[in-house]
């Protein structure tokens, strides 16, 4: 058998012919991509790599060195992609966003939905955008704050995303996916959850508490301490306030806000049951035109990919490579498509950047059906 050292030698004078071709190959790549750039032809070809792929692997023998070499050629062709989206760049090529930057929201003129009623966290959020005097209504559902802002009945919607404890609020990602609405900015409420109920009422009268799932799910440890209460959903904290009040009924108990218990007239009987002291919501604010903010530094995105092994990893890398930093993902099951998923994708960012559009120009020719959900 032969030395580690000799072995080692013999790898030397391969790694250098390899290292070789690899850089003559890409030379070739960039005078594709200067022909592409130049005829207006997309960068991603999937047919020419399919072929490409099955043409290696048909070069070698075994399984093993079949699914290797198709993996390194995936890798390479990845690396070719990467070099003629910068020649696009260079070339000033990258094209234009359909969205429109300005300089402000108008805050003081417009008209504002939230999900709930009186006292919801939602309206919480929705004053702390858009000010004390914001000219605001509530609808009962998410869907319907939707369906607002897509035909027009407002100008925007604020709407819970995602909760330092509980999570996302899952649905709110299903409805970005199916409306032609867009994220225009965010902001981030600190909750406190109390558990309240009609005056005079005392613990050992209660048998359900009433509230929105994920107030359920951030209070959890609490209820878990008077495991004898049934827990029911309802769509909202602040309905849950005023439907112990409608039924007139001590076994019952909300939780809410304080500010919900006050305006729907509950008292507090324990206040700031969360098991987070810390716990807070994201809330989005969504209107229907493709607009952002001049100094916006965070992007959304939803996108499908083929059901095959390594292609997330492989998108991924346009983040990696266009030293872009990912903040977030999250992924659904696609609509009548069993076992496969889209993905949504938060990442820092403008879309005015080169290094975005070139990011994006990559995934949207890369991936399915990708959108952007806003830019804020
Ligand atoms: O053939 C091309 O169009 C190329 O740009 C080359 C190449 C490759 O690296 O082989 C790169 C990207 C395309 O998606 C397909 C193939």
């Known amino acids: 058998m032969a030395e580690l050292a000799q072995l080692r030698e013999e790898l030397d004078r391969i790694d250098d012919q390899i290292a070789k071709l690899y850089e003559e190959r890409m030379r070739v790549c960039g005078e594709v991509g200067e022909y592409k750039v130049k005829n207006g032809r997309k960068v991603f ?45 260079e070339a000033g090529a990258l094209g234009r966003l359909p969205f429109i930057r300005i300089s402000d929201l108008d805050r003081q003129n417009a008209r504002v939905v939230f999900q709930g009623t009186e006292g919801a966290y939602s309206q919480a959020a929705m004053k702390q955008f858009f000010g004390e005097n914001v000219n605001g209504f509530h609808v009962r559902t998410f869907r319907e704050a939707m ?17 330092s404890t509980a999570g996302p609020v899952i649905e709110m990602y299903d409805l970005l996916d199916e409306f032609e609405n867009y994220i225009v900015a965010e902001t981030i409420l600190p909750i406190v959850h109390t558990l309240s109920g009609l005056p005079g009422t005392e613990l050992s009268d209660i048998k359900r508490v009433y509230s929105k799932t994920e107030a359920l799910m951030q209070t959890a440890d609490f209820l878990d301490s008077h495991s004898d ?97 990912m903040t977030k993902i999250e992924s659904r099951p696609v609509k009548g498509r069993p076992w496969e998923y889209c993905f949504f994708v938060d990442f820092e960012g403008n879309l005015e950047e080169p290094a975005v559009k070139n990011a994006i120009r990559g995934l949207r020719e890369e991936t399915q059906n990708m959108k952007i959900l806003g830019n804020y």
């Open 229 to 325: 209460w049934q827990r029911i959903s309802v769509v909202n904290t602040a309905i849950a306030a005023k439907k112990v009040l409608d039924d007139n009924d001590r076994t019952q108990a909300a939780v809410c806000s304080a500010y919900a218990a006050k305006v729907h007239g509950l008292s507090v009987l324990v206040d700031e049951i969360n098991d987070a002291e810390d716990n807070s919501t994201r809330f989005i604010v969504v209107t229907n035109q493709k607009v952002f903010l001049e100094n916006a530094s965070k992007i959304s995105i939803r996108f499908e990919l083929p059901h095959r092994s390594g292609s997330l990893y492989s998108v991924l890398s346009h983040f990696i490579y266009n030293d872009l930093n």
């Open 45 to 89: 070809d999937r047919q020419r790599e399919n072929d490409k792929l099955a043409d290696v692997a048909s070069k070698v023998s075994g399984d093993f060195n079949k699914k290797g070499i198709q993996e390194l050629y995936q890798q390479l062709m990845s690396m070719s992609r990467k070099l003629q989206y910068q020649q696009l760049v």
């Open 147 to 163: 369906e607002a802002i897509e035909e027009g009945a407002a100008d925007y919607a604020v709407l819970p995303i995602e909760n």
